[in-house]
């Protein structure tokens, strides 16, 4: 019988469903897992224990027998009375085996135990009532029987007629008869004798056969007749209780049924007695913050958060419950941490006749939690005051309407229309239209749109005020409910009709003004007035949409122009310049121009352009400014500096005065005359000589000391008068003469000699600082030349040598190897699962970790190894100087024994551990690129053998690596040559077995290899990281292809699409899928992901934020290969899935293994409990097909329906919808 292996897991979880002690064991009769029940009953948990070691030691020899013949491929099931090693002592059970696949494939058994240290209690109370009750015994409703050395020697009538014969025909009889078989009849001398021998009752129950050869069940009783004498004989009380076995068997399913349901309830679920909490299910004890029992026996007030609000609850509860009627009222409750949330809460009474006077007895109490509903009827109720408070204070008129018939509007749309708010309610609509052709007309444009859900428009529209009055406004409409129009409308309207008459007033200017009027937008022409168009010859609307480049002389004069508007116009600022600008028959034009952007808050919007004509004044200006050269170049030719002065400034100069002072030209124009005097006071000395001079009609002449622009000083002489001698104070004009040389040539000489002989000794202090600054920078040159070799030859991140590094170490050891007749060893080290890591918790986080690893790899290996780092998260050590692979093997063991600790980075412990790959030179390699391509394809192997270990390099290796290589090289070109191709497996409804949905499988067609299915690439991409963007092309091409058939008129059904571990965790995941919905426009109804379950489990929290994410999409989601992983129910039931998926190893041997039937029934069970839907992988046959459809299993997939197929013939089977 094949049997599908079945994880300890999952085995553990199946255990606590039995309420009766149990546990499973495995070939060896080695215990891998027992349920509480069977810890309680022992007082200590045998998990990894030998059962044979639970026995005492009176059975341990015969339940080890038993227990062998249960074990073992030829396994079956069994039943024996035994006897178990308590903490407080022996305890009799009966022992039930079934044999049961368990690790690794290998038979095991599970057993179920009954304590029946009761039914002894039981016989020996029955020996005590025979033998005072034996006057009485033929009027005994039970059967009694004296037997003696094998043979009955008496029985009552009662135990004539159980065993169907007739008295006499019992008398004499051997005992044996009446047992099921000789077998069961030893079985029972051996157990019963030790407790007869000793006087002590027996007790049992066991089938005995009667006369006709039918079997009942019994209760026996057994003592011996004299305790002091057991060989006297034996009396056996016989009772039937064939009724009282189907009762306690039919009230255990019961009760097994009533837990499960308590188990998986979504309501929390609590027992109260006498105003204490007797017991409650799961849920309960999550909603009240409860650890397992904990709360058991809390007073029921302390679950409320106060004592009146328990008071309140009980007035309220207590008269229904007396009189057996439900109570149920909304209420708020208090965790156990204080915390409170609310709950509708039901009541009931158990047994209303058996409560007492003083209050009610036994209730019990069912919490729905509304913490959520209540936050979302707050989260509404504020939402719709929010929107009241927007509607009351909206600056514009909004309406709701429906049936042409005004609902309601805000205060603005009244006020705007002349009503009062109240008045509005009922009104015809049309009653706000000029006239009913209007109002008709109006609907004849709006009608359509807002039936198809789309919104209408309208920038000008009439309507009239309740007084007659008409305004314009501009009118927004939209269906309250896209998908039923019926439901009305909401209407906003602004009043526009002071806008609209500014843009009358705005085009009266346009057309009146005396200047041109030009209006600019992305650099085109878009309107222009009157003025404009006489400017520039231009006739009606022919300039409209020319470029802005047609009105200047030239390109470069335009973009000169865009270069200087730009900056201001960007930022809303007004621009101001003169420009020559071209007229539409070429001729050119001055015009002085100002601009403005349309919209301040957006400059994109458009430009205005004053334009005022400035040729004639232009003329005038050149000829004034040919005037002011000639008077200029008449000055600037002088010798002496002169300048006019006024109020005590600079009016103009010449040049030979600009150069004088140390000015550009026109920098001294403006300045203020006392700049150019070293101090206030030399420049008021001279000013008081001046004013004396020109007061007395005299031109002034004088020497002083004149400071230049850079503050250097010189003597100048100066002579000055004013225009007109009669005004003083007016305007004067200056020459200025440079005299310092004059004055200094007497000290020449003597300030050269002296400025040698201090320049001699300055220049000796330059040199000997100029030689230690030498020497600093040769210093620090070499410094910087050390960073930039470690640069080069170590890795940035971890400081560990690089590759370049490496191979010059690994070519010396070499050579030192070569020397000393020793070896070397090259391990290259991966760390499993550090992607995911890094993908889920950022690179940040990554780089952390990898600093940790490269400390712990160098604490792990010798001061004469090398750890490097290659990137990513691959390293390589080199170990020198060993005589053989034993030593490389010791220091690989220690890597793995330093990396096994707990990483605790950010908050988060991390695991990660190493696959280590060995090659030993020259054994594996005689040159670098050998040795490290070996050690590679070695690292690789010990991947594919579970990672966390280590491997030596083999030839086969070295051909698997190859093979592995070329595959992934051929993969990163597939997406871009489109290889890759999609198939499509139906999904059909078992009800009905007609289409449901399909399943998308991706396929490879490699050039030269046909059609490659995905268990050979998949595990490639997945480890490479191709998985994202091909997964993201599955999608992608999915999507489509349902649209594409949806334009085609066939009816679409969901697509499943798979999602790898790597794919799920990938940080743009969620973005991904958003953008293909959007992008194709897709129903996200119509797509849904399949991922593994032990992809799910891998992040628990994490996992469910996306599952979230994605659910809040409106996609749905599936559990794949369901049953092979382990899944916590806790996060099951949290998880916001809608199918499980059944792997196909249960079922490929549905119809031929119990413990298949089993498993999948107890999935379908499960998945139902969870409101889930269960989908059965990999049907193939009709017996199959039939045992899912009893089990009540909703889908299935498989070659019995159909084999994936291309995207043509899928469209074959939505068009005929069977399969």
Known sequence: MNRVPTSPDFIADALQLIALPACACDACGMVVAANGALQALLGRDISGRLLADCFTDAYRASSTSMLRGALGAAGRERHWDSSLEGDAGAIAVQVWSKPLLVVDGLPGATLVFADIRVQQRDQQALRKTLLEQQAILESAAVGIVFSKGGFIEECNIRAAEMLGYARHQLTGMPGAVLYRSAEHCRALGLEAAPLLSKGKPYRTELE????????????????????????????????????????????????????????????????????????YNRRFAECFGFDGDSGVGLAVADLYPSRAAYENVVRQAAPLLRRGLPFQGEMEMRRRDGSTFWALAYGYVLNPES??????????????????????????????????????????????????????????????????????????????????????????????????????????????????????????????????????????????????QAQMEVAAIMTNASVSILYTKNRQITRYNLGFAAMFGYSGDEALGLPGRALYVSQQSYDLLGAAAFPFLSVAKPFQTEVEMMRRDGTTLWAQLIAYVVNPDDPAAGTIWIIEDRTEAKRAEESLRNALLENQAILDSAVLGISVVEGGHNL????????????????????????????????????????????????????????????????????????????????????????????????????????????????????????????????????????????????????????????????????????????????????????????????????????????????????????????????????????????????????????????????????????????????DGGDVDALMRHADAAMYHAKGNGRNNYQFFTQTMNQAAALHFDLESSLRTALALQQFELFYQPVIDIATRRLHGMEVLLRWRRPGHGLVLPDRFIPIMEEN?????????????????????????????????????????????????????????????????????????????????????????????????????????????????????????????????????????????????????????GVETEEQFALLQANGCRYAQGYLFSAPVPAANAQVLLERRGV
């Not at 209408?456 to 314009?472: A, I, K, P, T």
């Not at 091409?1037 to 798979?1058: F, I, K, Y």
Request: hydrophobic share 45%; net charge negative.
């Open 208 to 279: 005995l056969r009667r006369q006709d050869g039918t079997l009942f069940w019994s209760r026996l009783h057994g003592r011996a007749v004299d305790p002091l004498n057991t060989h006297d004989g034996t009396v056996w009380i016989i009772e039937d209780i064939s009724d009282h076995r189907r009762d306690e068997d039919q009230l255990r399913r019961a009760m097994l049924e009533m837990q499960a349901v308590m188990d998986n309830a979504p309501l929390a679920i609590g027992f109260q007695r006498d105003k204490g909490v007797l017991r």
């Open 355 to 500: 409560q007492t006077d003083r209050g009610l007895r036994d209730t019990i109490w069912l919490f729905d939690d509304r913490s959520a509903q209540k936050a979302a009827e707050e989260a509404t109720r504020q939402l719709m005051l929010e929107q009241q408070a927007i509607l009351d204070n909206a600056s514009v008129g909004i309406l709701f309407s429906r049936s042409r018939l005004i609902l309601r509007c805000n205060p603005r749309f009244a006020e705007m229309f002349g009503y009062a708010q109240e008045e509005m309610t009922g009104l015809p609509a049309a009653e706000l239209f000029p006239s009913p052709a209007a109002y008709e007309a109006f609907g004849v444009q709006a009608t359509p749109l807002l039936g198809q859900g789309l919104p209408y428009e309208q920038d000008e529209s009439l309507f009239r005020r309740r007084d007659g009055s008409l305004f314009w406004c501009r009118i927004r409409a939209k269906a309250v409910d896209q998908a039923h129009s019926e439901q009305g409308a909401i209407w906003i309207l602004e009043d526009v009709t002071a806008s609209r």
């Open 1025 to 1177: 990281g191709l998985i994202v963007p091909v997964g993201e092309w599955v999608m992608r091409q999915a999507c489509e292809q349902s649209m594409a058939w949806q334009r085609q008129g066939l009816q679409p059904v969901p697509l499943a699409v798979n999602l790898s571990p790597r794919q799920f965790m990938h940080k743009g995941l969620v973005a991904a899928i958003g953008a293909v919905v959007r992008e194709t426009g897709i129903d996200p109804a119509l797509l849904e992901f399949e991922i593994t379950e032990t992809a799910l489990m891998q992040h628990g929290e994490h996992t469910l934020e996306i599952l979230r994410q994605i659910n809040g999409m409106g996609l749905r989601l599936s559990i794949d290969d369901f049953g092979t992983g382990y899944s916590s129910l806790a996060y099951l039931k949290r998880f916001p899935v809608k199918k499980v998926k059944i792997d196909r190893a249960f079922i490929k041997d549905l119809e031929h293994s119990a413990e298949d039937r089993a498993i999948v029934s107890a999935i379908i069970a499960l998945a139902d409990s969870l409101q889930l839907s269960a989908v059965a992988e």
């Open 652 to 923: 103009r100069a010449n040049s030979k005065m600009e150069e004088l002072f140390g000015y550009g030209p026109g920098e001294i124009n403006g300045l203020s005359v006392q700049a150019l005097y070293p101090d206030v006071a030399a420049w008021k000395a001279a000013r008081g000589e001046t004013a004396r001079d020109f007061e007395a009609g005299r031109v002034h002449m004088s020497e002083y000391q004149l400071v230049r622009k850079d503050g250097s000083r010189f003597w100048a002489r100066l002579s000055g008068r004013p225009f007109d001698l009669a005004h003083a104070h007016g305007r004067s004009v200056w020459l200025v003469d440079d005299v310092t040389a004059r004055r200094e040539a007497a000290e020449a000489v003597r300030r050269a000699r002296d400025e040698l002989e201090l320049r001699v000794q300055e220049r000796t202090a330059e040199l000997a600082g100029a030689n230690l600054l030498l020497q600093g920078e040769i210093v620090e040159r070499r410094q910087a030349e050390a960073r930039v070799h470690h640069m080069a030859y170590h890795d940035n991140l971890t400081g560990l040598p690089n590759r370049a590094l490496l191979s010059d170490r690994l070519e010396r050891a070499m050579l030192a190897a070569q020397r000393s007749g020793r070896k070397l060893a090259v391990m290259f080290i991966d760390l499993d699962r550090f992607k995911t890591i890094n993908d889920s918790l950022g690179h940040m986080t990554g780089d952390v970790l990898l600093k940790e690893v490269a400390a712990r790899l160098c604490g792990a290996v010798r001061a004469s190894d090398t750890v490097a780092r290659l990137g990513g998260d691959e390293f390589v050590v080199l170990v020198p100087g060993i005589r053989g692979s034993e030593e490389a093997a010791r220091v690989a063991e220690k890597i793995i024994e330093a990396l096994t600790p707990a990483f605790p980075l950010d908050g988060h412990v991390l695991h990660v551990t190493p696959s280590i790959g060995i090659c030993l030179y020259p054994d």
